[in-house]
C-alpha cells in the first residue's frame, strides 16, 4: 500500500470538507448487458441525486467518456477502489455508496481495522424482483445475508 495522504493529495478534493459521498459506479451494462447503458445512467443520475454524491469512482469495465456530465467528478486513475478509499479515509468520513459491488465487502472489513476514518457502506440493489439467472437466490445471496444498509430501486 501507500502512505494515505500521498495519494489524497492528488486528487482535487476539499479542505474545508469533513464528509464527502462516493458512488462506485455499476457495470450491468458492460459486464451483464441485463440492462441498456441509457438505463444505468438514468438510475446512476438518480442515486447520485438521491445521496448528494460527490464523487464517482468507475469501474474497472467502464467506459470512462461515457460517464461525462453524470452529476459528480470522476475519480479515475489506476488505483484500485480500496486503496482510493483508504487514502482518502485519513481525511474524510465516507459514505460510500455502490451497486452490489465487492469493493463494499472488502470495504466493510478494511474499515472495521483501519482506526482513522468513518465510512457508512449503502448498497443498492436494482434486483428486487431479479431475474434468477442473474444472481443466487436470497438465501446464499451475501448482499441479502449482510450487515449493509441496502437501498431497493425499482426502475
Known amino acids: 500500500l501507500f502512505k494515505s495522504q500521498e495519494f489524497a493529495d492528488k486528487i482535487n478534493l476539499p479542505n474545508d470538507k469533513k464528509n464527502i459521498s462516493i458512488l462506485l459506479l ?14 444505468e445512467k438514468k438510475i446512476t443520475k438518480n442515486i447520485i441525486n438521491k445521496f ?10 467502464n467506459n470512462v467518456k461515457r460517464y461525462k456530465n453524470i452529476g459528480c467528478e470522476l475519480i479515475v486513475n ?11 479515509l485519513g481525511r474524510f468520513n465516507i459514505t460510500l455508496v455502490g451497486f452490489r459491488s465487492t469493493v463494499l465487502l472488502n470495504m466493510k472489513n478494511i474499515s472495521l481495522s483501519s482506526g482513522v476514518g468513518e465510512i457508512r457502506l449503502v448498497n443498492v440493489d436494482i434486483w428486487k424482483n431479479r431475474p434468477k439467472h442473474l444472481y443466487f437466490e436470497d ?14 430501486y425499482d426502475y
Open 139 to 152: 438465501k446464499y445471496d451475501i448482499f441479502t445475508n449482510s450487515e449493509f444498509n441496502t437501498v431497493y
Open 78 to 88: 489506476n488505483k484500485i477502489a480500496e486503496e482510493v478509499l483508504i487514502s482518502l
Open 26 to 39: 455499476p457495470s450491468y451494462s458492460d459486464d451483464t448487458n441485463s440492462i441498456s447503458f441509457k438505463e
Open 52 to 61: 448528494q454524491i460527490d464523487y464517482a469512482i468507475p469501474h474497472p469495465v
